[in-house]
């Protein structure tokens, strides 16, 4: 009779080996009834260099059926069992999420930046922190700018912890609002002479009025059409006093318009049943409608994330991010649904939610007067630059460009922040 | 490539293992040698040719040192230059950039102009291998090893892929008979897969998660107090099951080629003294750095202060060998005042004679406190964080925003779990090899093994903390 030890340790052998040769052999038999390419054969047409070596073992990975299928369930049963909401989002009070980036950047400290990769040698020079590396982006801005004959107004805008700190954790149950690093580059900016806007002290100052106030969403990263509405108006009281004057003013209709949509945050979470979990949240937004042209929109055939006003009126360009896209521009039609079809263009109507009732908008609104913008979603500190270099003749008119940004950008530091040439204006 | 990822666990483990079963004995060396390049090759192609020339080097310097008609003399010559080559080899990678960016502040203090550095990238491992062929070599030329039967034995030893990058450190007199003639059963294999299997169980569902709780709160600015002592017990209990899952994987897959590995870690935590923590933690490096350190210094043979002295030399070499870093030398540091005081104490503590229990727990506090040493990004930044264990940090109101990060149901699970598992005196490798394969326990491996599978799909987070050294 044959030992009971050798058969369990067969067992043990035969399933451990099965475990780890079934993956392959059903991928490759998936990918051969597909007709696809098989996938681990690759690694013969790669180049054997590490960055190629890394490429080729990330697809191998996500593209694995059995990656993909089960990786949603596990983090479906660890948020079932542990409330264990993945790497990117942090689960606070009353239903509320965070982005845990916007969290890091409060707590963590402002570290020297790494030396660039680019060239064998490094010179030693006195440690650049990443907030100097981007107060020292923002001033080249402000350089190729002021060469047009443009000012900058700097807008960051805060994150969602430091206007909610008592909806992260219990701990901080007694404060409605936090001091911000980001306050420190706006102190650095204004001794610099660049003009801002600090919306920090705005919103802490709204939140110790009303205690709730609902200035961000509960299960977005973004702010609320009010938040929106009282930053635009900040800015628009500052635009003001520098002096700016409109070329014609324009008297902006406002409609409510409500829309119902999911957070960004239950998505990014990428775990099923997260959606029904936190559920949808109704929206009070106003939508903002030019007499003559209708709704603030780009059209389908602008380059994305580019609104010019038709004609010379707009003398202010707004750069942001996704801040100043939230209900202004169209949206992936998932994230959300608007109560009311707005507009006559079906394929649009259903990607705004609502549309035209974001920042841009109601700055408009509020200056009686159109603003273009170039916005890009997470791409404020380099992104729109380089849009805007490509792009460059939307400047033609602009007395003001208003840079709003996300603070937690502060922490990519130089490497996020690069050096974007505009080209030489044609009428310096 | 890392033990604990897809390509490793899917693709490259099933090929290699088809092919090495089916492979006549004699061509079985040659394919571990060429599968450890690719493994090594993986991070950075070029890192091969170095390892590959340093092989040939060493395998040379085997040779003149063994040759038949060879002097004393020319023996310690061909030794001296075998040292000399590998330590200006790890000289060059690992420590060339901390000694210019020294030599940079102290000319900077001096008012003088810093020069510019040579950007050097470490490969993976290097320290591994090193100290494999550097103590082939020693052991030669002491006549405690035979030279390597061929160029491919030898570079077999040097790359073998479970233990090229992170250890244990394996000796060529351990490995060599088995070089020549393994054997390969069913039970050896049960018993690696068994071992593997607890060993990257520790790794995904402890480490990882412990990683995060610990990274969160060192890389904080202001932690409060009780945030920063569950952060450094969460590291502690993150390089724990981080290297010791590694090690049991590598012993593992070892056992499954029908190499004896020997264990590299023995409940360290549970020792009683520092004296013991060394005895019990990462054990391959401890006996290394006793027997061609130590011991050549003089160990205990040349009176107490000699002792002393030695002691600190070896622990503060142990801790640079860990990384080119003023923090890593205040480990060493840390850990060779203890170990003298120890031994100025007849090798007790100096809470030697409180109840077990009490022990135990002072040891491990020690070992948090090492561990901040150890983990901190610099020496100030251990301070700072040495200030908020104390209390003595001032706050930043954001730091309580740690909490909700830390504080999570899955966060106290693992970290309940990894504290009742370190505590507990049964250690994965003898559970293993000393008693025989069970149903029960192949009912217990299989599930662990495909539960840390489905959670590793899960995981961003999969950083390997001796990768670095």
């Given amino acids: 009779m044959a030992n009971p030890s050798h058969k369990s340790e067969k067992a043990l052998i035969t399933l451990f080996l099965a475990i780890i040769c079934s993956v392959p052999v059903c991928q490759t038999l998936l990918e051969l009834c597909r007709g696809e390419r098989i996938q681990f054969t690759d690694v013969f047409h790669t180049f054997p260099k590490a960055s190629e070596l890394r490429q080729y073992e990330a697809t191998l990975k996500e593209k694995s059926w059995v990656q993909q299928n089960l990786r949603p369930a596990v ?30 950047f409060l707590l963590e400290p402002d570290r020297v930046d790494l030396p660039g990769n680019e060239g064998a040698w490094i010179k030693p020079s006195p440690g650049v922190t990443q907030r100097e590396s981007v107060f020292r982006s923002i001033e080249r801005v402000r350089g190729q700018l002021q060469a047009r004959g443009i000012r900058l107004l700097v807008v960051p805008v805060p994150g969602k912890p430091a206007v909610y700190p008592d909806r992260v954790t219990r701990r901080a149950g007694n404060l409605k609002g936090l001091p911000s690093p980001a306050q420190n580059l706006l102190a650095d900016l204004q001794k610099a002479g660049i003009e801002t806007v600090d919306l920090f002290t705005l919103f802490h100052q709204e939140r110790q009025k009303t205690g709730g106030a609902d200035l961000y969403l509960a299960t977005d990263t973004h702010w609320t059409p009010r938040g929106a509405q009282l930053a635009a108006r900040a800015v628009a009281a500052k635009v003001l006093a520098m002096g700016w004057k409109p070329s014609q003013t324009v008297a902006f209709e406002s409609t409510p318009a409500p829309v119902k949509r999911w957070g960004d945050l239950l998505d990014m979470a990428q775990i099923p049943g997260f959606r029904q979990a936190f559920g949808m949240e109704t929206v009070a937004c106003e939508q903002i409608r030019d007499p003559a042209l209708g709704l603030l929109i780009p059209a389908p055939s602008d380059r994305p994330g580019t609104y010019k006003y038709p004609g010379p009126a707009a003398t202010l360009l707004l750069l942001g991010d996704s801040f100043s896209r939230i209900y202004q521009y169209p949206e992936p039609p998932s994230l959300g649904e608007a109560a009311e079809p707005s507009e006559n263009r079906p394929e649009q109507t259903k990607r705004l939610l609502p549309g035209s009732a974001g920042f841009v908008s109601h700055l408009a609104q509020a200056l009686k007067s159109p603003v273009d913008a170039v916005v890009s979603d997470g791409g404020a500190a380099t992104d729109v630059r380089r849009k805007l270099s490509t792009h460059a003749e939307i400047l033609e008119g602009k007395s003001i460009v208003i840079w709003e940004f996300a603070e937690r950008d502060i922490h990519i530091g130089a490497a996020g922040w690069e050096d974007i040439p505009l080209p030489a204006p044609v009428n310096p | 490539m890392v033990f604990t990822t897809h390509i490793f666990i899917f693709y490259f483990l099933p090929l290699f293992l088809l092919v090495y079963f089916n492979l006549p004995y004699t061509w079985r ?49 061909a030794l001296a230059a075998c040292v000399a080559t590998n330590l200006s080899f790890l000289g060059f990678f690992k420590y060339y950039m901390f000694s210019a960016e020294s030599l940079n502040r102290l000319l900077e203090l001096a008012g003088a102009e810093p020069f510019s550095i040579l950007k050097v990238t470490l490969p993976i491992g290097i320290s591994f291998y090193t100290f494999h062929s550097l103590t082939y070599n020693i052991d030669l030329y002491r006549g405690h090893a035979r030279p390597a039967r061929s160029l491919l034995d030898f570079s077999a030893f040097v790359a073998l892929f479970p233990d090229l990058v992170a250890g244990p450190i394996i000796r060529y007199k351990t490995l060599a008979a088995q070089l020549a003639c393994r054997e390969h059963t069913l039970s050896r294999f049960a018993s690696g897969t068994a071992i593997f299997i607890l060993g990257f169980g520790k790794k995904i569902l402890l480490a990882n998660p412990a990683g995060q709780v610990a990274d969160a709160v060192f890389n904080s600015a202001h932690p409060y107090a009780v945030d920063a002592w569950l952060g450094v017990l969460a590291y502690a209990l993150q390089i724990y099951f981080d290297f010791c899952g590694y090690s049991d994987m590598a012993v593992g897959l070892g056992r499954m080629l029908g190499f004896e590995y020997l264990k590299n870690f023995d409940a360290p935590y549970r020792s009683e003294s520092i004296t013991e923590v060394w005895r019990r933690w990462h054990i391959s490096l401890s006996s290394v750095l006793r027997d061609y350190l130590y011991y050549p210094l003089g160990g205990n043979r040349l009176g107490p202060f000699r002792t002393y002295v030695n002691l600190a030399v070896v622990m503060l070499l142990g801790g640079l060998w860990h990384g080119a870093k003023w923090n890593f030398l205040a480990w060493g540091a840390f850990h060779g005042l203890l170990l003298g005081y120890e031994r100025w104490r007849g090798k007790q503590s100096f809470y030697g004679r409180f109840p077990r229990p009490l022990r135990i727990g002072i040891t491990f506090l020690l070992m948090l406190c090492s561990w901040v040493l150890f983990r901190a990004d610099n020496l100030s930044a251990a301070m700072a964080y040495f200030k908020a264990m104390a209390g ?20 106290i699970v693992v970290l309940i779990l990894g504290a009742g598992l370190v505590f507990q005196p049964i250690q994965a490798h003898d559970w293993v090899v000393a008693r025989p394969q069970s149903w029960g326990r192949t009912a217990c491996l299989i599930p662990l093994f495909v539960f840390s599978l489905l959670v590793m799909f899960s995981q961003s987070f999969n950083p390997f903390l001796y990768f670095q050294f």
């Fill in chain 2, 392 to 411: 003595l940090q001032i706050h930043a109101p954001a730091s309580l925003l740690v909490a909700a990060e830390i504080y999570t149901p899955l966060n």
């Fill in chain 1, 75 to 104: 983090q479906s049963l660890l948020f079932e069992i542990a409330r264990d909401s993945g790497p990117k989002v942090v689960q606070g009070l009353q239903g509320w999420l965070f982005y845990r980036p916007d969290i890091r």
């Fill in chain 2, 29 to 77: 060396n040659c394919w571990i040698t060429l599968a450890s390049y690719v493994f090594y090759g993986w991070w950075e192609p070029w890192f091969v040719c170095l390892m590959l020339f340093t092989t040939l080097m060493d395998f040379f310097w085997g040779r003149m040192i063994t040759a038949p008609r060879a002097t004393p003399a020319r023996r310690k010559l």
